[in-house]
């Protein structure tokens, strides 16, 4: 099953609009933007097959109510602000910054190699681009047809280039030594611009002189397959959403390896600018890297560092938005993480190569990050199963490894010099006479000096042009004569713009702009602001449904196994046909011993409900019949001794109107507690799980990290719903036969399917209010006997963990965690007097001491109910039902 996302924008300057049309995705991921300026990314689920724009705006203001905040005060001190007291109404309609700055001519580059597909979406969006001093440049590197050629002739502004030596970073210098543009912006095939990109880039390097490169946000295009989604979920290309500057202090000795050397922070290739001008003072790309050689990556990377080794400022500008096609297909995303792996340690081989100065540094960095990122993550996959596959764990390593010990770096650059003498020198095509000029050399150092210098927000914000001869500037900020508070920017000895002076002050003080008297305290304009706000933003009509209605026409099929218990299932099936609901339901009960004839008169009475025979005997073998049965697109699973209220069957199937949320569990309580027994099993572990709400997924079930997972703690396939296609998944499948009542382990099915769930990254629910009433056991025998079922499957489904699915911890559990609490428990009894009576503490141990012994007769028992079940279904004694799979060998 792919977990399928819908990627869109929410433009919060309009009515946030309800986003119909979602069936079959599981959630939606927006990027909030206010007039054009990203600031935010959420994602919600899917509801019925829509996203309602309340919802939308009720997660905006919840969790992300700080960003809006930030980006206000950004554009409120655009502005000198109000001497008196601030209008907090007038203060969230405040304007988008003005720009009335020059617009200097941009070159945007588009290297690209065979790949018209990606490359006519890529043009069309080029030519939506808002900016009034546009050159558009194509690279063809060195191509095998002369398709893109004729692709780029249908765009009449759109230049051409063929560059014949074979490497990305050949085909980016090609573009340099041809632009025309003061402002090189650079972007891929696969990814599609957004409209004011060569905008939000342009001012960052108009407003910022000391500025040489500008890195933006790049964010999914769509996520529709599994490669995708996997993508993201290894961290996707997104930086944040929050600006940020980059500068090494190299005059005054700034380690630079170690510190500035993890390149991957600053951005992506697929989405950087540079001032022409930078090439001509540190070189241009090194071809030795990046796609198209050996080293396969590294390029972007190693500019990035480039940039900052030699003195100069990069920013990363999140308004700088682009969208990024993902690889659709796993292979390719395998290949490309091997790739990534060899062109990092490729990039860290260069620069040590060429900047002694930081070898030391890049080598701890190096086996910071094969320690840290790659071999940890790979242990933790031996020892755990994770969410994100352990082969392209595995192949980010192997990369790694590649570039570490397979000289890339150094094959690559004997292949660029025999590439350089079979093609000549680069040079311009259409500008002859460009040609790089030597480095400069390092300057004298500066005293580390501090200046303090004040600031008045009344007044028009300055640039500080003079900070270039102080390592910081301490700004005490002021307005209406009242002191605001202090703001340490450390600048490196370089200017610093007004939008910078903004960004700091608002990151540093936040609400404390807007005071204006003692009386009034940050929080409390927070609270204030957060309360207009609700007024403020606006939303299109919700419509006839609102989202979070589970649609009547949805078919829920009940399955409830029974073995020879006539009283128990007329009274559960008398409960479940007084249910109050609109949607179509079917009943199926599944007879787990037809040959006593028990069961066919009680279902006789019952009009419509539908009677399934499994003669394999063991409750999981009629669980999976019955689903297998099912034709709804929601089964329910219940027992035979389970009684329920009216509105149960809505409550527990309500949660799964949301597309991300795969199973819904519900509460267990006691019909009765009279006898011993009774008492003693509610003491015990009545079964319920509380009146708190709980959402659990993926994330959670990595959360245990050394420790098994609590899965007990999700209630029981005894109130539980589904949906119909968890069953088809491959990752999950049925319910596993070996454990369960009827068969020797006796119990632990329902928390080896929720492990199942979760382990394949999807989401359960527990819903307190889908609450059942529950027969407890009346006499002793049988609440041992239940006991020492308990026991038994609990080692079995931890053996199962183990062995079959790789799960290290299920043996921290039955080898530390729960000898230690028998331990206790018998502490307990014999030093405290309390706890439960040491005779069903040792039936517990008994029957953990038999966990193993009873899995291998559960085995025998399936394999020899199975063979049974075939025979008699050849020979016409048997309905011919489909055979469960046969578990793995353990």
């Known amino acids: 099953m792919t977990f399928r996302i819908k990627v869109q924008d929410v433009e919060l300057s309009r009515p946030i609009p309800n986003f119909d049309g979602l069936e079959g995705y599981h959630q939606l991921q927006c990027t909030v933007r206010w007039h054009g300026t990203p600031i935010a990314s959420l994602r919600l689920p899917v509801r019925s097959g829509r996203c309602s724009g309340q919802d939308i705006l009720d997660t905006i203001l919840d969790k992300h109510f700080g960003a809006v905040i930030f980006y206000l005060l950004n554009q409120a001190l655009a502005s000198p602000l109000d001497s008196a007291k601030v209008d907090l109404e007038q203060f969230l309609n405040t304007p988008p910054i003005p720009y009335d700055g020059p617009y200097p001519q941009v070159t945007v580059a588009v290297c690209t190699r065979d790949r018209t597909e990606h490359l006519k979406l890529c043009l069309e969006a080029l030519m939506q681009l808002d900016y009034p001093a546009l050159d558009v440049l194509i690279v063809d590197n060195a191509p095998q047809t002369d398709a893109t050629k004729r692709l780029v002739e249908q765009y009449p502004s759109v230049r051409y280039v063929c ?249 690559a650059v004997r292949r660029a010099a025999e590439i350089e003498a079979q093609f000549g020198p680069q040079v311009s095509e259409t500008i002859p006479d460009r040609e790089t000029r030597p480095r400069p050399q390092p300057q004298t150092g500066h005293n580390h000096q501090i200046t303090i210098r004040s600031l008045d927000l009344t007044q028009p914000m300055p640039d500080i042009t003079d900070a270039s001869e102080f390592a910081s500037v301490h700004l005490v900020v002021t307005a209406a004569n009242k002191m605001l508070g202090m703001v340490q920017i450390p600048n490196k000895y370089q200017p610093i713009s007004a939008m910078r002076l903004r960004h700091e002050i608002v990151t540093q003080l936040n609400m404390r702009v807007l005071v204006r008297d003692a009386r009034t305290a940050p929080d409390r304009l927070w609270t204030a602001l957060r309360a207009l706000a609700d007024t403020h933003f606006t939303v299109e009509d919700a419509g006839s449904r609102l989202s979070g209605e589970l649609p009547d026409h949805i078919m829920v099929s009940v399955v409830v196994a029974t073995y020879d218990r006539p009283d128990d299932l007329e009274d559960c099936l008398r409960h479940l046909t007084r249910q109050q609901t609109r949607r179509p339901v079917e009943i199926i009960i599944v007879d787990n011993h037809p040959e006593s004839g028990l069961t066919p008169p009680v279902v006789a009475r019952f009009p419509g409900v539908i009677l399934v025979p499994e003669s394999r005997k063991g409750a999981t073998f009629a669980r999976n019949a019955g689903i297998q049965a099912a034709r709804g697109e929601i089964i329910v699973t219940t027992d035979d001794d389970i009684v329920m209220p009216e509105y149960w069957l809505e409550n527990l199937v309500a949660p799964l109107d949301r597309a991300d949320v795969m199973m819904v569990t519900g509460n267990f309580m006691p019909l009765e507690v009279r006898t011993p027994a009774q008492m003693a099993f509610a003491s015990y572990d009545n079964m319920g799980r509380g009146d708190k709400r709980l959402e659990v997924d993926g994330q959670w079930f990595e959360s245990f990290r050394r420790r098994a997972v609590t899965t007990w703690r999700l209630g029981g396939t005894g109130n539980a719903a589904y949906r119909a296609s968890l069953f088809r998944d491959p990752k999950v499948g049925l319910m596993e036969e070996i454990l369960g009542a009827g068969v020797p382990t006796g119990t632990g099915e329902d928390i080896y399917f929720f492990y199942k769930v979760l382990r394949a990254g999807y989401k359960i629910v527990y819903e307190p209010s889908a609450y059942v009433w529950h027969k407890y056991r009346p006499d002793m025998a049988a609440f041992k006997r239940q006991l020492y079922n308990y026991s038994k499957g609990h080692v079995a489904y931890h053996l199962i963990t183990v062995f079959r699915d790789g799960d290290l911890r299920g043996l921290v559990q039955l080898l530390y965690v729960l000898p230690r609490w028998r331990l206790q428990q018998v502490a307990g009894r014999l030093l405290r007097r309390s706890g439960q009576p040491l005779g069903l503490t040792w039936l517990e141990i008994k029957g953990n001491l038999t966990g193993p012994w009873s899995l291998w007769q559960a085995k025998r028992h399936v394999r020899r109910e199975n063979r049974r079940h075939s025979l008699r279904t050849n020979d016409g004694s048997a309905p011919a039902a489909p055979l469960l799979p046969e578990s793995e060998n353990i």
């Open 163 to 411: 560059e014949p030596r074979p490497g990305l970073d050949w085909a980016r210098n090609r573009a340099i030594l041809e632009a025309h543009g003061d402002l090189i912006a650079f972007t891929d095939d696969d990814v599609i611009v957004d409209a004011g990109w060569v905008k939000a880039l342009a001012r960052v390097f108009v407003e910022n002189s000391e500025v040489m490169c500008v890195t933006g946000l790049t964010v999914p295009f769509e996520i529709e397959t599994e490669a995708q989604y996997l993508f993201e979920l290894y961290g996707g290309f997104s930086r944040g959403y929050e600006r940020k500057w980059f500068h090494i202090d190299r005059d005054n000795g700034e380690e630079a390896g170690f510190s500035y050397g993890g390149a991957g922070r600053y951005g992506a290739g697929a989405n950087m600018a540079f001032r022409r001008s930078i090439f001509d003072q540190i070189g241009l790309f090194d071809p030795a890297l990046d796609v198209g050689t050996v080293t396969n990556g590294g390029g972007d990377l190693e500019i990035f560092f480039r940039v900052l080794k030699e003195g100069y400022t990069l920013v990363y500008e999140p308004s700088m938005l682009v969208r990024h096609r993902h690889r659709r297909e796993y292979a390719p995303t395998h290949k490309q993480l091997l790739n990534n792996g060899i062109g990092l340690y490729s990039y860290f081989a260069r620069e040590r190569q060429y900047y002694p100065d930081a070898r030391k540094g890049f080598q701890k960095l190096g086996r910071y990050w094969l320690r840290w990122w790659n071999v940890r993550r790979y242990l933790i996959s031996l020892f755990r199963p994770t969410m994100f596959p352990r082969d392209l764990i595995w192949a980010e390593l192997k990369g790694s490894l590649i570039g570490i010990f397979g000289s890339r770096y150094q094959k």
